[in-house]
């Protein structure tokens, strides 16, 4: 089993080039999340889902949109690239329930906003 | 008050040293708790959970103290290969519905 993987491991982006970041996961896992990590701030949820179909705003959902068509997938786009969008993203799974409360991450992808 | 709040450090200590972390949350209600382990330039993976009765894992011990709202993370003889970020987690309504929440992360370095 791969686990979650992300596609690409790192982009550079012009500021208003459009791209998008591929989550698949392996796990039949219910649960999708898209993340931010910046030096000094953590993790910050963008969006998340709880099913094929749905999607929700995270803390920081501006300027990123989400689709989740099918259930393994969780895609994460950015229309227009700006250079405050620069970061690591980071896309997590998981499956709710009782003692089951892990998220998976994939290995992240570098994205640099020139 | 933020939700969940770690001193973001960074503790320094010798090898075989022991060294505690607190993380306080501000959601009286949360009843899952976890730490979380993130290398430099890696993915965060979970290290333990934390429940009510404390429990360990070799040389890792977590605990939770409601009343103060506050989990600590207790590592002893400490090893250069537990030098990482280590994130506290909860989730703030022991809903299913409900992401976790994650802490900044408290960097620990091990030195020889």
């Known amino acids: 089993n791969a686990g979650v993987t992300q596609t690409p491991k790192f982009r550079v982006l012009k500021t208003g080039q459009s791209m998008t970041l591929l989550c698949a996961q392996d796990?039949?896992?219910?649960?999708m999340y898209w993340y931010r990590q910046d030096p000094g701030m953590g993790l910050r949820l963008i969006h998340y889902?709880?099913?094929?179909?749905?999607?929700a705003k995270g803390e920081v959902p501006d300027g990123y949109n989400v689709s989740r068509l099918k259930k393994q997938n969780f895609l994460l786009g950015l229309e227009s690239a700006a250079p405050s969008q620069t970061s690591v993203y980071f896309c997590?799974?998981?499956?709710?329930?009782?003692?089951?409360?892990?998220?998976?991450f994939g290995p992240g992808t570098r994205l640099l906003v020139l | 008050r933020k939700e969940v709040e770690q001193d973001p450090g960074p503790f320094n200590v010798p090898e075989g040293a022991t060294v505690a972390f607190n993380c306080t949350y501000s959601?009286?209600?949360?009843?899952?708790f976890f730490w979380y382990r993130q290398d430099c330039r890696k993915e965060p993976k979970l290290l333990m959970s934390?429940?009510?009765s404390g429990n360990e894992d070799g040389r890792f011990t977590a605990q939770l103290n409601r009343a103060s709202q506050y989990i600590s993370l207790l590592i002893r003889d400490s090893k250069l290969s537990d030098s990482a970020t280590y994130l506290c987690?909860?989730?703030?309504?022991?809903?299913?519905?409900?992401?976790?929440?994650f802490g900044k992360g408290t960097r620990l370095s091990v030195i020889a």
């Open positions: 997590a799974c998981h499956s709710p329930g009782a003692g089951q409360e892990t998220q998976y």
């Open positions: 796990m039949n896992h219910e649960y």
């Open positions: 987690v909860v989730n703030p309504w022991n809903s299913g519905n409900t992401p976790l929440v």
């Open positions: 889902s709880v099913g094929e179909g749905t999607t």
């Open positions: 934390v429940y009510s």
């Open positions: 959601n009286s209600a949360s009843q899952s």
